[in-house]
């Protein structure tokens, strides 16, 4: 894969009585593997926010990490059978999250990588949701880039 890719990570959460709307970002990243472990980096613009959050993936086997730093600030360790804890800061204040991974499903191919996370979402030791994320990245220059 190239260095410069295009990135897609939709997140979706299935609580009880709520709607599962997915919420997705698509956009542009840059792309490397050292040492077995993939890493994607993009910056993401939330509504409403005038500083940019940038955005760390760190892929291994049966790990899946995402740091972000501006607008918020968190490390998120998803890890197959462990739960993790982290406290998640926003401008509204800060959240104390707990992640606990079920599946960490990865398909890498010449041009593109597929990975799938499925999570049970703790706030202050109080399960909220099932979750799932879908990140998708393909080099920029794929021609058939599709999500």
């Known amino acids: 894969m190239t260095k410069e890719v ?10 009880d009585g709520q709607g599962n709307e997915p919420v997705e970002v698509i956009t542009s990243g840059n792309y490397y593997k050292k040492n077995g472990k993939h890493y994607i980096l993009f910056d993401e613009v939330a509504e409403g926010m005038e500083e940019p959050t940038r955005n760390v993936i ?5 790990q899946f990490d995402i740091t972000k730093r501006g607008a918020v600030n968190v490390h998120m360790m998803f890890e197959k059978g462990k739960k993790n804890v982290s406290y998640y800061y926003t401008p509204y204040g800060s959240l104390l999250i707990g992640i606990d991974a079920e599946r960490i499903a990865v398909v890498e191919a010449e041009q593109e990588l597929d990975v799938e996370v499925d999570y049970a979402l703790e706030v202050n030791y109080e399960h909220v949701a099932d979750c799932k994320i879908e990140l998708k990245v393909k080099n920029k220059g794929a021609g058939d880039f599709w999500f």
């Open 58 to 62: 760190k892929l291994g086997e049966d």
């Open 6 to 15: 295009l990135v897609s990570i939709r997140g979706l959460q299935f609580a």
